[in-house]
């Protein structure tokens, strides 16, 4: 198997970005207004719910954020450990384990009303959010190169996905 070609990883680049965006929309409309690919959108939630000293929705997206950041740094640590054991196809490995997560929030079968969850204070709910935002967190890891330009397939959440890749060097050179 070759390498993707400059253009390969562009188209690639650009199918993952619709995947974050379309998880993204299915993520706000079913989970009340939660971001699974936007963190942007969160920290205003959390914000907001921290100004209202409303535990539930401070916790909501607080949930995502820290499911998308956990994604991050586990698919960064899988993603270094495999350079240094010569691992080539690492993305393989995290963008099929994205498509499971994906595959798993599909066949949720929550109680709904009008296509929310109903009970957005359920441990059951919490783990949706947390699925998408894991699975979010891990694409957003796995693809930020083509070339020389840094890229971000689910946008503004770049800062997240920066301080994950800071903080896997980190934790590489505190191993060594």
């Known amino acids: 198997m070759r390498e993707l070609s400059a253009g390969g990883k562009f188209a690639t680049a650009l199918s993952l970005t619709a995947v974050g965006g379309y998880v993204d929309a299915v993520g706000y409309i079913a989970l009340f207004q939660i971001f699974t690919a936007n963190m942007s959108g969160n920290s205003i939630h959390v914000g907001m719910g921290a100004s209202k000293l409303n535990l539930i929705e401070l916790l909501r997206p607080l949930c ?30 995290t963008l099929g384990a994205e498509a499971i997560l994906l595959f798993l929030f599909s066949q949720a079968r929550p109680t709904l009303h ?16 947390a699925l998408l935002a894991f699975a979010m967190g891990i694409q957003a890891a796995t693809l930020t190169h083509i070339g020389a330009l840094t890229i971000y397939t689910t946008f503004v959440t770049g800062t997240l996905a920066k301080f994950s890749e800071a903080f896997t060097r980190s934790l590489f050179w505190s191993y060594d």
């Open 114 to 129: 009008l296509g929310q969850i109903v009970n957005l204070q359920s441990p059951g709910y919490f783990g949706l959010v």
């Open 64 to 93: 995502a954020i820290v499911s998308y950041v956990i994604g991050l740094i586990i698919a960064r640590v899988a993603i270094g450990t495999a350079a240094r054991s010569g691992l080539q196809r690492i993305a393989s490995l």
